[in-house]
């Protein structure tokens, strides 16, 4: 009896001992290799950065260009040309006219999409004659990569529409020295100048056309 008893004994230590083991071993493999968290297998592995809405696009996408130079009315941008006057541009006009002199008229367009805070204005400047000669764009934007985009956008498009053969100058503008053909089918001659401007939080963008001679 007292054999039996002493056997089962060395049996519950032999138990107690392996389980101890299984435990230490099983901690130790944690420690070694970490159990992968679910919500790690499904994060990016980078940040996730802004949409390319306008890089490597053919045409202008981003709603501040498309508001702004209005490609579907004709004209230089927004069914305006060189030559109008500011009693024909104003009929043309759906922005708010902010500012309006004897030689210049300036109008604002907000971006479409009110958490952007972006807009535009679109300067018209008039000769003594009271023909337009010359139209500034400029883009204020709260964010350098949209600034970025818009910048190539409008590269492409007017590359596109003017040709490669454009250059920078000194001050930092990208130039065409170009011809064009005006709504009543005479060829003009202008030059283009497109700029990115600021960086971080007050960024732009600023385009100009100016009729030559």
């Known amino acids: 009896m007292q054999q039996e008893r002493d056997y089962n004994m060395r049996r519950f230590a032999q138990t107690v001992f392996l389980l101890g083991l299984i435990i230490c071993f099983s901690a130790f493999l944690d420690v070694k290799a970490p159990a992968i968290n679910r919500q790690e297998l499904t994060a990016p592995s980078m940040m996730p950065k802004k949409p390319s809405f306008a890089l490597n696009k053919q045409e202008p996408l981003h709603p501040l260009l498309t508001e702004v130079l209005l490609p579907g009315k004709g004209g230089l941008i927004r069914g305006v040309d060189f030559g109008m006057t500011k009693q024909q541009i104003n009929a043309l006009e759906d922005a708010c006219e902010e500012n309006a002199g004897d030689f210049r008229s300036k109008y604002s367009i907000a971006c479409s999409i009110p958490e952007m805070a972006a807009f535009a204005d679109v300067v018209y400047d008039f000769q003594p004659n009271g023909q337009m000669d010359m139209v ?3 883009y204020y934007l ?6 970025k985009a818009i910048f190539h956008d409008l590269l492409k498009f007017y590359a ?28 003009q001659n202008l030059a283009i100048y497109l700029k990115k401007i600021g960086r971080g939080e007050d960024s732009g963008v600023s385009i100009q056309f100016v009729k030559k001679s």
């Open 136 to 138: 500034t764009v400029d």
């Open 142 to 147: 709260n964010d350098s990569y949209i600034a």
């Open 160 to 187: 596109k529409q003017f040709g490669e053969k454009y250059f920078t100058d000194t001050d930092g503008y990208v130039t065409w020295e170009t011809e064009r053909r005006s709504v009543d089918g005479s060829r």
